[in-house]
């Protein structure tokens, strides 16, 4: 049902020439220190996975990033990024908030 409403919204808003701005989801690369296997990778998933709006993670374990994408209008705090991964049990060594790209469009690093 909500669903329907948001596209109707749309369909009207285009009808009358004023399209809204549709926010890109922010992504975040942390590179974390210790990732060594998938079961690190599945201790990482689940922690930062419970964070609020949270919606896809990507672990890379050969190089230690990981990207977190957030759902729209969600941001990833560093406090609550180093705090998961803690929990998880490693530690995070960088934190960055990749560049926000139109939806369909790949991000590229903050400048």
Request: charged share 20%.
């Amino acid at each position: 049902m909500k669903r329907i409403l948001q596209i109707c919204v749309l369909a009207i808003a285009l009808t009358l020439g004023m399209a809204p701005a549709v926010a890109a989801p922010q992504t975040y690369k942390l590179h974390v220190d210790g990732l060594s296997c998938p079961f690190c990778a599945y201790g990482i998933e689940k922690k930062l996975g419970s964070v609020k709006g949270v919606q896809r993670i990507d672990v890379d374990i050969a190089s230690g990033a990981v990207a977190v994408t957030m759902a729209e209008g969600a941001t990833l705090d560093e406090a609550a990024a180093k705090k998961a991964v803690k929990e998880a049990g490693f530690s995070l060594r960088k934190f960055e908030q990749l560049q926000s790209a139109p939806q369909g469009a790949s991000a590229g690093p903050a400048k």
